[in-house]
């Protein structure tokens, strides 16, 4: 199955510092890239996406930087709060024709924000 | 407007039965997917609806299985339970099979 390489496994950083995840893909079809942010207990919630038509994209204190030659991309949390503690999920999609029409996702980085 | 809906919340079944999760989507939305999340790791891609139609499915045994009604709700069906079938089972929404997908708060599954 293609995979989505997720690093680190887990994070600590200081309130008001830069939090950065990184992801890997391997399946050239993709060409939708979310990130998502899951509290305990709760669904998945859609932060941020982009397309490899732009290498970067910023909404707010996030940031998805994207380099398609190297079929990676990175989440940056800027002036990250303790709110912000969470585990964050990167994910691709297929576009038309790339196989079965589910997001695959990473496994995962536990954040935390120390005040 | 409401969010995708999902129910029960919490499931606790013995293995061998079978079970029987719902989902709404967001008003407007004609695509429902469906995953399974094991304690401690991302998202599985289990299924994916549109119109009605299974537009793709994932690695998963013919013990598990979908649809999709006419209001574009759906439900996944899980037969003969292992125990390795606890987990979270996630719905996710979107306009159609290529758009945004917006998770519901998941069934928490139980297998005993």
């Known amino acids: 199955q293609q995979q989505v390489k997720q690093s680190p496994q887990s994070l600590i950083v200081q309130k008001g510092g830069i939090s950065i995840i990184n992801c890997a893909y391997e399946?050239?079809?993709?060409?939708?890239f979310p990130w998502y942010q899951q509290f305990p207990g709760k669904g998945p919630a859609l932060l941020i996406a982009i397309r490899p038509d732009v290498s970067e994209k910023k909404e707010g204190r996030f940031t998805i930087s994207f380099n398609k030659s190297a079929k990676q991309f990175s989440l940056h949390i800027m002036d990250s709060q303790p709110g912000d503690s969470a585990t964050y999920f990167c994910?691709?999609?297929?576009?038309?024709?790339?196989?079965?029409?589910?997001?695959?996702f990473g496994k995962g980085t536990h954040l935390i924000i120390q005040p | 407007d409401a969010g995708v809906t999902q129910s029960p919340t919490h499931l606790i079944k013995t293995r061998g039965q079978q079970v029987t999760l719902r989902c709404s989507p967001i008003s407007g939305h004609k695509s429902v997917s469906w995953y399974q999340q094991v304690l401690g790791q991302g998202p599985q891609f289990i299924f994916q609806y549109y119109e009605k139609e299974e537009r793709g499915r994932g690695n998963f045994p013919d013990r598990f299985s979908a649809r999709q009604f006419p209001n574009y709700s759906s439900e996944l069906n899980v037969n003969a339970l292992l125990l390795g079938d606890s987990a979270l089972y996630l719905c996710a929404s979107s306009l159609t099979f290529k758009n945004e997908q917006y998770f519901g708060p998941g069934t928490r599954l139980t297998v005993t």
């Open positions: 994910a691709g999609l297929p576009g038309s024709g790339g196989g079965a029409d589910g997001l695959t």
């Open positions: 399946n050239t079809a993709f060409d939708y």
